[in-house]
């Protein structure tokens, strides 16, 4: 069936490093792509989102782009901040059958960033 | 903005009780769902619904029920709460008329059973 794999964590960084969150995944057809995070207490939240092959999906400094031949859809970004301390999940929806909007989501990755 | 409000933060429940976790959204959105999230499995979809009254099980549905009366409101009961139902769980929902609408979340219940 359809899933999503994702790096472990946690990840910890010093502010201003490069981040990248390694996300791949298996599906039938043509999925859309997502990213969620999930701040201290709080539920999680959309980040970014990618609908098709090649797109670009892009927030808040984040990128991570939809490349179908390799399955992927890598998180990055240029410059941490200790505010992107989180848990980041990446997530599929599938376009066929009786979903009805449902997300396969991966198992999170807690990225920490250090003063 | 999409508001989606869980009733409780924090509940203790004993073994053998009937719970109810209630989520209400006011954003008129037609699918709404509820995940339970552990450490090291990320989020598990236990029931979602597509309309008022409907109901489908999602990967877990094992030991819970749903309950939409409302459109804008979902409710997860568990019939005879037991420890391995000590989680958190999460509420959200979406617009089933746009296309890739994201899923908005409550901010979450946890759930102790003793």
């Known amino acids: 069936g359809d899933s999503v794999t994702q790096m472990e964590g946690p990840v910890t960084l010093s502010e201003e490093a490069f981040l990248t969150i390694n996300c791949t995944y298996t599906?039938?057809?043509?999925?859309?792509l997502f990213w969620y995070v999930q701040y201290p207490g709080e539920g999680l939240q959309l980040l970014l989102k990618a609908t098709k092959a090649d797109d670009k999906g892009s927030n808040k400094g984040f990128e991570a782009t939809y490349r179908k031949e390799t399955t992927s859809f890598h998180l990055e970004k240029g410059s941490v901040q200790v505010s992107d301390s989180a848990v980041y999940f990446c997530a599929l929806r599938t376009n066929y059958g009786g979903s009805q909007g449902n997300l396969i989501f991966g198992k999170g990755t807690k990225l920490s960033v250090k003063p | 903005d999409v508001k989606v409000t869980q009733s409780s933060r924090y509940l203790v429940k004993r073994t053998g009780e009937k719970v109810f976790l209630e989520c209400v959204q006011d954003?008129?959105?037609?699918?709404m769902f509820w995940y339970r999230q552990d450490p090291g499995l990320g989020l598990r979809l236990i029931y979602f619904s597509y309309d008022v009254k409907m109901k489908e099980k999602g990967d877990i549905p094992e030991g819970y029920s749903v309950s939409r009366e409302k459109k804008e409101r979902f409710s997860l009961i568990l019939e005879s709460a037991s420890t391995n139902q000590t989680s958190m769980y999460l509420c959200a929902s979406s617009s089933a008329a746009v296309d890739n609408s994201p899923l908005h979340f409550g901010n979450g219940t946890r759930l102790t059973v003793t």
């Open positions: 599906a039938t057809g043509y999925p859309s």
């Open positions: 954003m008129d959105h037609e699918n």
